[in-house]
């Protein structure tokens, strides 16, 4: 018998709690109390314990009795947490009972990690107590990649605003065994527990793609770090992110009649001049360091790198200056420019330009006469003259959808060639696992497999990297624009797009194509 008074008897019955009613009119609310007395007691509904306390002379089963102690664990077992079902007088009268009770439930029930100390735990009846807390994986730092500092190839700017062609620290020197980057490797995580001490594995951290040019750079293991180094001394290169070093000819004079033209693979310092009628070819950067610029000279052509020219140029309508990358030279005059970005300190004079992107100073300079086409974007302070001396500026604008369709073309390829090196690893473990026994055709088999796979694979890393190229161009792409800072004179023809203008009057400003029209 709980309680026995005029109203009713509540009875417990094993787990079960009936309540028998003798009469009518015992008030729901001060049932509370009981609840409260006996933290035990776990009331079905409220609607059933109405009517129970309504319907005399019959006997209800209104509720269950709860363990003294009960135990919930969360469903991912990072949580065991404890119900006291006592008061709170019982609990402090017997406290250290309750305690060691609890503690035992909890082993019983193979909590047996992250246990929490039970006596610093506040109690309130009906409340859970943190019994136990699981420890959660951590995943592993990720692969960290740090490159040597390649310095920006811009002309600095004075404080006036122009730019300064003069000094550009164009060549980065490199010697054999030099330090050009590393790579520390993902690292493992820390493993979690839960409370019932199952370990929780933790992921390993992201990895990442170290890029370099693997003819000039060597990756080598050095205190648990992947370290590159130059193979050869030379002149630092960055082509489209890929880190490497070209092989250097330094011209302490001129390119003339004593040396001849050159045609050289890697990069070329000329601390004179290349006089009228020759060439310096090279696959790297070419950097003509004489104040006095080049003269006629036949051409000047990097298939891989930039093109610096200190001094300027006076082409006589026959030079030709090509680069894979940028140009940068002080003035230009009846030449040819073809690069990736075109940057000039004073004026263009009666030049052809073709490039991504023409920069001709902002605060003074000039494009006079010529023909000046761009994909991107081109600037300058002045363009034409008085004399409304013909100069046609043109950008393009970037074709996305081109380079979606090169981009997938490049995917396709770099799948096939994956599958390639797979194929062939699957051939060549039973080569690999005879190691030193092979001879003969064997072994020239296994070897030219060797090759294949490895050729494969460069191929694939190039594939990789011309993709994320292309991936970023239509990242980066912006509308075409054309900024003059100063003076755009008549007989200007301004062109973006298939939208061209010719100027009838002086004007000035950025003009690019605004819905549909060419904002001239």
Not at 196 to 214: C, Q, S, T, W
Not at 234 to 248: C, H, N, P, T
Not at 269 to 281: D, E, I, P, Q, R
Request: with cysteine; net charge negative.
């Amino acid at each position: 018998m709980l309680i026995q008074n005029d109203y009713f008897d509540l009875v417990l019955e094993e787990k079960t709690v009936i309540l028998r009613t003798k009469k009518n009119g015992f008030p729901l609310k001060s049932f509370d109390e009981i609840t409260r007395e006996h933290p035990r007691l776990k009331i079905l509904s409220f609607p059933v314990l109405r009517k129970a306390l309504t319907d005399s002379e019959e006997e209800h089963i209104i509720g269950s009795w709860l363990p003294m102690i009960e135990i919930a664990v969360s469903s991912d077992k990072m949580l065991a947490q404890l119900y006291i079902n006592v008061s709170t007088k019982e609990f402090e009268e017997n406290k250290q009972e309750i305690l060691k009770q609890a503690e035992k439930e909890l082993d019983d029930a193979g909590i047996i990690y992250g246990r929490i100390a039970l006596q610093n735990e506040a109690f309130k009846p009906g409340e859970p107590i943190n019994a136990a807390v699981g420890r959660k994986p951590q995943k592993g730092a990720d692969a960290a990649i740090t490159y040597i500092e390649i310095p920006e190839r811009r002309p600095v700017i004075r404080e006036d605003g122009s730019a300064d062609y003069f000094e550009m620290n164009f060549v980065t020197p490199v010697k054999q065994g030099d330090w050009l980057g590393e790579k520390i490797s993902a690292q493992e995580g820390i493993d979690g527990k839960d409370v019932l001490g199952n370990v929780l594995p933790a992921p390993r951290g992201d990895d990442e793609k170290i890029y370099y040019d693997r003819k000039s750079v060597t990756d080598e293991e050095e205190m648990g770090k992947i370290v590159l180094r130059a193979v050869h001394g030379g002149a630092l290169e960055s082509i489209d992110g890929l880190i490497g070093v070209g092989k250097q000819l330094v011209i302490s004079g001129d390119v003339g009649p004593e040396t001849g033209s050159i045609t050289f693979d890697g990069s070329v310092v000329v601390y004179g001049t290349v006089l009228a009628g020759f060439s310096v070819n090279a696959t790297g950067d070419i950097s003509v360091e004489g104040n006095e610029g080049i003269t006629n000279a036949k051409e000047i052509q990097s298939s891989e790198g930039d093109v610096y020219i200190k001094g300027g140029i006076f082409g006589g309508g026959m030079t030709i200056v090509e680069a894979q990358g940028n140009i940068f030279v002080k003035h230009a005059n009846n030449c040819k420019l073809y690069g990736k970005e075109v940057h000039v300190g004073l004026y263009l004079l009666g030049s052809e330009v073709i490039a991504e992107s023409v920069f001709i100073d902002k605060n003074r300079g000039k494009i006079i006469g010529g023909e000046i086409e761009a994909l991107i974007k081109i600037e300058c302070a002045f363009v034409g003259n008085s004399h409304e001396r013909k100069t046609i500026l043109r950008v393009k604008g970037i074709d996305k959808e081109l380079i979606y369709t090169e981009i997938q073309e490049m995917a396709k390829s770099l799948k096939e060639r994956t599958g390639i090196v797979e194929k062939l690893e699957q051939h060549a473990l039973p080569f690999r696992n005879s190691g030193s026994h092979l001879k003969g055709p064997q072994a020239e088999a296994y070897e030219k497999m060797l090759e294949t796979i490895e050729s494969n694979r460069d191929a694939i890393v190039e594939l990789d990297r011309e993709i994320q190229v292309g991936l970023r161009k239509i990242k980066q792409a912006v509308p075409p624009q054309i900024e003059v800072t100063r003076e755009a004179y008549p007989g200007t023809i301004i062109q973006i797009g298939s939208k061209s203008s010719t100027l009838h009057v002086t004007t000035k400003g950025i003009f690019e194509i605004i819905d549909g029209v060419l904002n001239v």
